[in-house]
T-cell receptor
Framework: EAQVTQNPRYLITVTGKKLTVTCSQN?????MSWYRQDPGLGLRQIYY???????DKGDVPEGYKVSRKEKRNFPLILESPSPNQTSLYFC????????????FGPGTRLTVL | DAKTTQPPSMDCAEGRAANLPCNHS???????VYWYRQIHSQGPQYIIH?????ETNEMASLIITEDRKSSTLILPHATLRDTAVYYC????????????WGAGTKLIIKP
């Protein structure tokens, strides 16, 4: 089954404790991205990747890092989480940039205390 | 950047057609209109997209006006499971590929 998976689905952590949210897709998609969703602000893109070893900033990249060492994986790293990063995070992938539809993961609800 | 305007909420009776409007008056000639939906806090789900012509798939129909300044998503026979937030978004035409997500329309299907 074609899917995008994220782990963990729920995470409560404390300020400053490094964490990684994993994202994996089994569709051999080139394009992957991370979004955060906050009440009243909609979905905002954090980072995206057009292929292996190619990443770029989205609208709200501050405080986040990503890497794309393999085509299927696109982890989101918070080196020193802060309470303002409490949010619902989604990973998405698509076959190519531009015209293709995006497939979203189930989401990771992160709380930073 | 083309922006979209949608009503914040709509109701529809189960079994009826749900017609969700979207205004995108500043859309440029090579920008597509996409529709996604998000059920509760799940990941958004692609529904349909189009450029100029009307489109139909197994989920919905998309009607785009001739001047392309507005469009309507039609769910022909709405069910309770269609209750969701529906996003009408326009793809930016520059190279970094972003979909600008607005607040969407919360569609409530009533029995």
């Amino acid at each position: 089954e074609a899917q995008v998976t994220q782990n963990p689905r729920y995470l409560i952590t404390v300020t400053g404790k490094k964490l990684t949210v994993t994202c994996s897709q089994n569709m051999n998609h080139e394009y992957m991205s991370w979004y955060r969703q906050d009440p009243g602000l909609g979905l905002r893109q954090i980072y995206y990747s057009m292929n292996v070893e190619v990443t770029d900033k989205g609208d709200v990249p501050e405080g986040y890092k990503v890497s794309r060492k393999e085509k299927r994986n696109f982890p989101l790293i918070l080196e020193s989480p802060s309470p303002n990063q409490t949010s619902l995070y989604f990973c998405a992938s698509s076959a190519r940039q531009g015209w293709d539809t995006q497939y979203f993961g189930p989401g990771t609800r992160l709380t930073v205390l | 950047d083309a922006k979209t305007t949608q009503p914040p909420s709509m109701d529809c009776a189960e079994g009826r057609a749900a017609n969700l409007p979207c205004n995108h008056s500043t859309i440029s000639g090579n920008e597509y209109v996409y529709w996604y939906r998000q059920i509760h806090s799940q990941g958004p789900q692609y529904i349909i997209h189009g450029l100029k012509n009307n489109e139909t798939n197994e989920m919905a129909s998309l009607i785009i006006t001739e001047d392309r300044k507005s469009s309507t998503l039609i769910l022909p026979h709405a069910t309770l499971r269609d209750t969701a937030v529906y996003y009408c978004i326009v793809r930016l035409s520059d190279s970094n590929y972003q979909l600008i997500w607005g607040a969407g329309t919360k569609l409530i299907i009533k029995p």
